[in-house]
């Protein structure tokens, strides 16, 4: 077990439940918890269907579990109201879907400065934007549209997008589904550099056996329950 003090989100005894039509309960997650490090890259991996999305969109805030504490650099959010999630969410957290959802009419510079106007960013957006663009090695794209970058590209700007307002917790959903091998590989180490270089912490999903060996902390889920933790 981490010392507190190294501890970047707790979750205890978490479940989470979805009433079936039928009248039968279903349990994505049972009873789950573990911890995250901070400044370190944490892989949830499992099949689909295993609850490592549930838990992680339960971790960022973005769902709340049926039973069970999450504890974001020491408080309890599960006791808070939408709209302080939402502004933690805002502020202190990131995110990188699988579907980059990026915003087509707009090019890779202006879909990650309209994500620092939406977090309030009050610092010079124009160097920020560059600065996180450069990051991800796309500093001669910024001025592309979506459609004009490959698939990894726009995972990239993804990326830009989600740490531009200097997030703690950056969580990746399957970022890498979509990609091939080498392109993947390339976006687990744009997270790498991030923990290292910028001490952001990582929460990535995956049911790739070969990405999880890259992370430095591992959780293994199956229907609904960590069945293993390296």
């Not at 707009?106 to 920020?128: C, I, P």
Request: charged residues 30%.
């Amino acid at each position: 077990m981490e010392k507190e003090r190294q501890i970047m989100i707790e979750g205890r005894n978490i479940s989470r439940c979805f009433p079936m039509a039928q009248g039968e309960d279903f349990y994505a997650l049972k009873n789950v918890s573990l911890f995250i490090p901070e400044e370190k890259l944490t892989i949830l991996r499992g099949r689909s269907g295993s609850g490592k999305t549930t838990l992680m969109n339960i971790l960022g805030a973005l769902d709340k579990p049926s039973e069970g504490q999450v504890f974001f650099d020491g408080e309890d959010i599960t006791k808070w109201e939408e709209d302080a999630c939402s502004l933690m969410r805002r502020q202190k957290v990131g995110f990188v879907f699988q579907s980059v959802a990026l915003i087509p009419m707009m090019t890779a510079f202006e879909n990650v400065e309209y994500a620092l106007r939406l977090s309030g960013w009050d610092g010079d957006r124009k160097e920020r934007v560059e600065e996180c663009l450069r990051m991800v090695g796309l500093s001669s794209r910024m001025n592309h549209m979506p459609e004009e970058l490959s698939g990894g590209e726009q995972q990239r700007v993804a990326i830009a997008r989600a740490i531009a307002h200097r997030p703690k917790v950056i969580f990746a959903d399957e970022p890498t589904a979509e990609l091939d091998s080498a392109t993947g590989l390339q976006v687990v180490k744009i997270f790498q550099r991030l923990v290292e270089e910028n001490g952001v912490t990582v929460v990535m999903t995956t049911h790739d056996v070969g990405f999880a060996e890259i992370g430095d902390k591992v959780f293994e889920l199956e229907d609904g329950e960590i069945v293993s933790e390296r």
